[in-house]
């Protein structure tokens, strides 16, 4: 069936960079825009980067510029995400998300979703 | 603090409608027919239930209805199940720095 499954749990210290791993399978990967969110404890989702995955291109929040990196490997089907100089308040679940449309027309809608992962960042 | 407003909860009983608000701003969810809606249920995957403001994707029973107004989306449940009791929350295009906000989300009670 058509999913996104992701690495596991992370714990970092400040400073560090993690890299967190959304594998697509089930559907035509180059087909679907895919978007990482974020939920800190306690707070709303917020966006974080969005990627093309045909030609790879990328848009990040301005507020993650510089920190945030968005690839993918169209052999494996798998879309990372690494962020680095991680702070305190990068704790939180992070979403990988596949948007609704197909033939690379965003809708902003997601219609999968991974499991979340659990980034925890602490000295 | 989330960037659109809903609110924390509503309530109905089984067979009626509700009706759930998503609250944002000219430079959102009044600029833009970009609006989506999910529901929650613990433990599962997010489901998302209407999108571009007022479709439904394939499976979403045609209870679910969305619309706009001003700056203002709603999420309208009629007949009311047991099975809609849920967590519900709306998203909106921003522009292109700001790509999605997020709305704090709604807990449907069904009585």
């Known amino acids: 069936q058509v999913q996104l499954v992701q690495s596991g749990a992370e714990v970092k210290k400040p400073g560090a960079s993690v890299t967190l791993s959304c594998k697509a399978s089930?559907?035509?990967?180059?087909?679907?825009?895919i978007y990482w969110v974020r939920q800190a404890p306690g707070q709303g989702l917020e966006w974080m980067a969005t990627?093309?995955?045909?030609?790879?291109?990328?848009t990040y929040a301005q507020k993650l510029q510089g920190r945030v990196t968005m690839t993918r490997d169209t052999s494996t089907y798998t879309i990372d995400m690494e962020l680095s100089n991680l702070r305190s308040e990068d704790t939180a679940v992070y979403y990988c998300?596949?948007?609704?449309?197909?033939?690379?027309?965003?809708?902003?809608?997601?219609?999968?979703w991974g499991q979340g992962t659990m980034v925890t960042v602490s000295s | 603090q989330s960037a659109l407003t809903q609110p924390r909860s509503v309530s109905g009983s089984p067979g009626q409608s509700v009706t759930i608000s998503c609250t944002g701003t000219s430079n959102d969810v009044g600029a833009y027919n970009y609006v989506s809606w999910y529901q929650y249920h613990p433990g599962k995957a997010p489901k998302l239930i209407i999108y571009d403001v007022s479709k439904r994707p394939s499976g979403v029973p045609d209870r679910f209805s969305g619309s706009k107004s001003g700056n203002t989306a709603s999420l309208t449940i009629s007949g009311l199940q047991t099975d809609d009791e849920a967590d519900y929350s709306c998203t909106s295009y921003a522009g292109f720095y700001t790509h999605v906000i997020f709305g704090g989300g709604t807990k449907l009670t069904v009585l």
């Open positions: 990627l093309n995955p045909s030609g790879g291109l990328t």
């Open positions: 998300a596949r948007d609704s449309s197909a033939g690379l027309i965003k809708s902003y809608a997601f219609d999968i």
């Open positions: 089930g559907y035509t990967f180059i087909n679907h825009y």
